[in-house]
């Protein structure tokens, strides 16, 4: 109860500073020097907001489609074979820096968007694969046996059984991709992509702290929203199949 | 019907069934008993090609099995497992209402058809029908299971071990509900079972197993009086053949005219329950409802399997 409060209080404030970001000024005036503005004002916080999420939102969908995909096509029959190479490629897109995949993006794809997108997307890859496959490894072997008895075709099966139990621990693997993705996103500001990071680099740039913290902040505040947010969705449908009672 | 022609199974070079042949004729229940590993659940899952026979053929009724896709077989025929398998994220009138929406019954033919199920089984529908299967104890959801496998009125049903996780008490009711809407609905019923009790109680016919091959396939008093070979003998437990062959005789088809004191039992009351009777009492003879006595010479004649 407590926790839902102080969330919905940083809700508040994280509108309200991105709404009218001037009148949180005298807060990060003691972190500038030599008068330097308080406020990063090249761009307004609100549209790099909106623009960093869209950002990351695409690029999970992009992932999230493409893991869950995977994770069903190595636990079918037929695709089994494929379960080292799913792994691998998942596995290098979480290792390969997603720095690395921008400075070899943009050659290929100009300045802007493309690259931090493509960057987001792989290294979203693993964390929702792992759990896809963990979940679809794992239901309740009575319950696949008794839809499999009750002459469900795979099809079915996978859609009205399996995917709906896994979705709990698929969901929880989303979660971390999209927590990962949106203190990834602040990279592409060095590739021209129109993120919060842009508002980071301009204080490193400029030895303005204020600048710094603010960006960082607002990620950092709706990484935690997004979490909590997420949370509560995975316990919602959890506690519909009996796996968690209530607390 | 069941008609099962030389049955087999082998996985690479080991033959976990060896061929059986076996009829269960309609409406009939058939029990099938053995020690773990002795192939009972492969037979069954050979019967709605769960798994596929190596050799053999199943008839259902007059239709080769394996001549129908295996998940239009599996819609004909009722499967109960232990641990029931409910779709924990389905309501219990969504878990009944499975095969009967795959086989596209109208949506009102189905909602009556789960409440009539519900209803049998003994959960008020308009308490049940919504609730998901976490929210029932262990019995109630067997019973659920049991109802989704009846839900499309199939000819046969197949259960494995269903009631094996429930308590005694919980389970003699279940296994005497089971055999009432058996009866009520005329449904050919195989039945896997670890429970020699439970074999003699619910079997017409009783199939013996042991490591993959059927060693005896007969009516309880047969199987009880004249096991086939030590390990049938060994199985029905000889200390117990006495009780398991009063449990098969109710007193009405024993009673003989006479008097006796004491209150009267009614007819359907087993022979075995009969003597514990007599013994608790120390009585020699018990008065039956509707006229008549049983004695316990009649009840020690039966306790040897003679007059069957
Ligand atoms: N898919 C399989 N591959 C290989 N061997 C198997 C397979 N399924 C079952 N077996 C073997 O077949 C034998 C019979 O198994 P089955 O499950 O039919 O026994 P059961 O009589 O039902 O035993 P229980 O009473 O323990 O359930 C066992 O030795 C088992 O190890
Ligand atoms: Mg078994």
Redesign the interface.
């Known amino acids: 109860m407590i926790a839902r409060l102080i969330l919905a209080a940083l809700a508040c404030l994280l509108v309200a500073f991105l709404l009218t970001p001037q009148s949180f000024a005298w807060l990060f005036v003691p972190l500038t020097k030599n008068g330097a503005p308080p406020i990063y004002t090249q761009t307004g916080l609100l549209s790099l907001t909106l623009s960093h999420l869209g950002l990351v939102a695409l690029a999970s969908l992009a992932s999230t489609i493409v893991a869950v995909g995977l994770g069903v096509l190595v636990t079918r029959p037929a695709g089994r074979e494929f379960l080292p190479l799913a792994r691998t490629i998942t596995s290098i897109g979480q290792t390969f820096p997603p720095v690395a995949v921008l400075a070899l993006a943009v050659p290929a794809m100009g300045f802007g968007a493309g690259p931090t997108l493509v960057a987001l997307f792989l290294y979203g890859l693993l964390p929702i694969f792992e759990n896809t496959l963990t979940a679809l490894q794992n239901l309740p072997p009575s319950v696949i046996e008794a839809a499999r008895g009750m002459g469900l075709t795979r099809r079915q099966r996978l859609l009205q059984v399996e995917l709906p139990l896994a979705l709990p621990v698929i969901l929880a693997g989303v979660r971390l991709s999209v927590v990962i993705s949106l203190a990834t996103a602040t990279i592409g500001s060095t590739v021209a992509a129109h993120t919060l990071g842009e508002v980071i680099i301009a204080g490193l740039l400029s030895a303005n702290t204020a600048f710094v913290v603010q960006g960082g902040l607002i990620v950092g505040l709706i990484a935690v929203l997004i979490y909590e947010g997420f949370q509560q969705v995975e316990k919602a449908t959890a506690r519909r199949i009996g796996q968690m009672q209530q607390e | 019907m069941i008609r099962i022609e030389n049955l087999s199974k082998t996985y690479g070079d080991t033959t976990v069934v060896q061929p059986v042949s076996l009829t269960i004729e309609k409406g009939h229940i058939a029990a099938l008993v053995g020690t773990s590993g002795s192939g009972k659940t492969t037979l069954l899952r050979m019967i709605?090609r769960?798994v596929e026979p190596s050799s053999g053929k199943v008839w259902i009724g007059d239709e080769d099995a394996a001549t129908i896709a295996?998940?239009?077989?599996?819609?004909?025929i009722g499967?109960a497992?232990?641990?029931?398998?409910?779709?924990?994220?389905r309501t219990l009138a969504q878990n009944i209402a499975?095969?009967p929406q795959?086989l596209g019954w109208k949506p009102r033919d189905i909602s009556d058809r789960v409440d009539e199920l519900l209803t049998l089984f003994q959960l008020d529908p308009a308490r049940f029908r919504d609730r998901?299967?976490?929210?029932l104890s262990g019995g109630q959801q067997q019973r659920v299971?049991v109802a989704?496998a009846l839900a499309a009125r199939p000819e046969v049903l197949?259960m494995d071990e269903p009631f094996g996780a429930l308590d005694p008490v919980i389970r003699a009711k279940a296994q005497d509900d089971l055999r009432d809407i058996q009866r009520q609905l005329g449904t050919t019923l195989v039945i896997v079972t670890h429970d020699m009790e439970e074999a003699v109680t619910l079997g017409d016919r009783i199939a013996v197993m042991d490591k993959g091959v059927l060693l005896q396939y007969g009516p309880p008093t047969e199987i009880l009086t004249h096991p086939a070979t030590p390990f049938v003998e060994a199985l029905i437990g000889k200390a117990e053949r006495p009780f398991r062959l009063l449990s098969l005789s109710h007193i009405g088809d024993i009673a003989v005219p006479g008097e006796a004191e004491g209150p009267a039992l009614p007819r359907d009351t087993s022979a075995r329950d009969a003597l514990a009777q007599c013994l608790w009492l120390g009585r020699d003879r018990l008065a039956v409802q509707g006229g008549g006595v049983v004695t316990l010479e009649a009840l020690r004649t039966r306790a040897k399997g003679d007059g069957a």
């Open positions: 709605n769960l295996p998940h239009l077989l599996r819609r004909r499967y497992i232990q641990g029931h398998g409910l779709f924990p994220h499975m095969v795959l998901m299967p976490h929210q299971g989704r197949l």
